[in-house]
């Protein structure tokens, strides 16, 4: 179901641990699978929390309420638009409108090529960096001006 390079990895989640705190691991367990799968099947989710030995409803718990887990196909990029009162106040509602006409996709939605996925996201603690986008859940991009969206776009080809 995992790669052994995925197990070993969720196994060092493990060991920042106690044996009867394992539970703590889900995040990260989590993390790790959806950048080997793409995203989060059923199936994965079930078998992680069965690997770290809790109850597969712990994992949905965690699954479906942080919006870095995605639960269906996304995108080769994920593209998530920080619209909280700092980025707004700074152009981030403006950087999302910008990045749907460009891509000619809503919030939620993927480029009929597989590409990109777009995604209104909350506050990811940047907001010196307004108005902030997070590539693929991982990598900040600050200060997304038009043209900074334009270079973004053009890098990732
Ligand atoms: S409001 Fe956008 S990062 Fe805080």
Avoid at 100 to 125: A, H, N, Q, R, S
Avoid at 134 to 155: D, P, R, Y
Wanted: glycine share 10%; charged share 25%; hydrophobic share 40%.
């Amino acid at each position: 179901m995992l790669s052994a390079e995925s197990l070993k990895q969720i196994d060092t989640e493990l060991a920042k641990y106690p044996a009867d705190r394992h539970r703590s691991a889900i995040m990260g367990a989590l993390r790790i699978a959806q950048t080997e799968k793409g995203w989060l099947t059923p199936e994965t989710i079930e078998f992680v929390a069965d690997y770290i030995g809790i109850p597969p409803v712990q994992a949905y718990e965690v699954a479906t309420f942080y919006n870095m887990y995605d639960l269906k196909p996304v995108g080769k990029y994920k593209l998530t638009v920080c619209t909280n009162l700092p980025c707004a106040l700074r152009g981030g509602v403006d950087a999302g409108e910008y990045l749907k006409k460009k891509l000619g996709i809503g919030y939620g939605e993927t480029t009929p090529d597989g590409k990109f996925t777009l995604v209104e996201g909350e506050c990811m603690g940047a907001c010196g960096d307004a108005p902030v986008m997070l590539l693929n859940n991982h990598k900040m991009c600050s200060f997304m001006t038009e043209e900074a969206i334009e270079a973004k776009l053009a890098e990732l080809g």
